[in-house]
């Protein structure tokens, strides 16, 4: 009997340990150590190019520049964030963080910039890169409780060896400019669903639980090319006061276009991320997300909406079709990264 009862502890603790990410990964932080990135067959230039697309994308300079005007304690917290923005965006491009033993690491960093660049050349691009593989590119975000983000970064990348070899050149797109912020689109109130206006669509949200990190979930429309201004953003969260055991729901009346999961509790998705087309008139269940389980989902049955929802739109409630790769200004301060969702097509 106790051999039984030990065989049964053993099954749970294995199936508990499967359901859920074995230890929160830091993705708010650069690596530490005598690093660089490599990505295998690639050159220098190619490294580089990378870089400044980076910078750019997450608007680094920028941060960095604020956060000289500060003050010293929130100075070194926000470029240690600005570091760590670009470090996830190398990662989501497919580069990785080696990390050299430190004799190694100190004789490169005395190197002049230029005979670095020359030291380097060869291992950003090898296809077996010395050192250890310390960082890379995981799809934590389908797992709520598997990311976390310390509260102050750690501000001294001096020894970052690809870094030191970055230079953009002069005609480097690196904004310097704060990233404007979305427009809050409302809620729509009750159970009945009205047929949406011309040019408009009904977008529903369930949500159950509250993100360990705080925060819930957000969209935003990505918005066309010829088109300027704030994005439109929706937000599907509750605080944890209000978050009911059934779950909370939510109903937007949303512009028609692109919508792309924009943020999840810390993490700000701006790098890459599932997104769903609306046409005018459409009612689109975008998902049921689990915000605090083992998996964030999400679960697309349209018969879960159509069961908490009457009115002359509920009977057209249709699921979102999502595709991955959709990706659009990062939000200043923010951690950034990239979520995927499986067995959908890329953008």
């Not at 349209?302 to 009457?310: F, M, V």
Request: hydrophobic content about 40%; charged content about 20%; proline content about 7%.
């Amino acid at each position: 009997m106790r051999r039984l009862g030990a065989i049964i502890l053993t099954i749970a603790a294995s199936l508990t340990a499967a359901m859920s990410w074995a230890e929160p990964l830091e993705v708010g932080e650069i690596a530490r150590g005598y690093v660089y990135y490599n990505k295998s067959g690639t050159s220098i230039n190619e490294h580089n190019v990378d870089l400044t697309k980076c910078v750019s994308a997450t608007n680094a300079q920028y941060i960095r520049s604020v956060a000289g005007r500060g003050g010293l304690f929130f100075a070194g917290a926000v470029t240690g964030q600005a570091a760590a923005r670009v470090e996830n965006c190398m990662l989501v491009r497919g580069w990785k963080a080696y990390q050299l033993e430190e004799s190694q690491g100190r004789q490169l960093a005395e190197l002049p910039e230029e005979q670095l660049a020359s030291a380097l050349a060869p291992m950003v691009g090898a296809d077996a890169p010395p050192g250890k593989l310390v960082r890379e590119w995981k799809n934590i975000g389908l797992f709520p409780n598997g990311v976390t983000r310390t509260s102050r970064p750690h501000s001294d990348f001096s020894q970052q060896l690809s870094t030191r070899v970055w230079n953009p050149g002069p005609n480097a797109n690196v904004p310097l400019v704060p990233t404007p912020t979305g427009n809050v689109i409302k809620q729509l109130k009750g159970t009945t669903l009205p047929i949406p206006r011309q040019g408009m669509a009904l977008v529903i949200v369930r949500t159950e639980g509250v993100t360990t990190n705080g925060g819930g979930l957000t969209f935003a429309r990505v918005l066309p090319d010829d088109e300027r201004g704030q994005p439109d953003v929706i937000h599907a969260r509750v605080g944890v006061v209000f978050a009911k055991k059934d779950g909370n729901w939510f109903v937007f009346e949303v512009p028609v276009g692109t919508w792309r999961i924009s943020e999840l509790g810390v993490l700000d998705y701006c790098l890459g991320a599932p997104a769903f087309v609306v046409q005018s008139g459409e009612v689109v269940f975008a998902g049921s997300f689990d915000l605090d389980g083992p998996e964030l989902g999400p679960q697309r049955d349209p018969n879960l909406a159509r069961q908490c929802y009457a009115g002359p739109a509920a009977a057209s409630i249709k699921e979102a079709q999502y595709q991955n790769g959709a990706q659009g200004p990062c939000l200043d301060y923010t951690t950034v990264y990239a979520l995927e969702f499986p067995i959908v097509a890329p953008r």
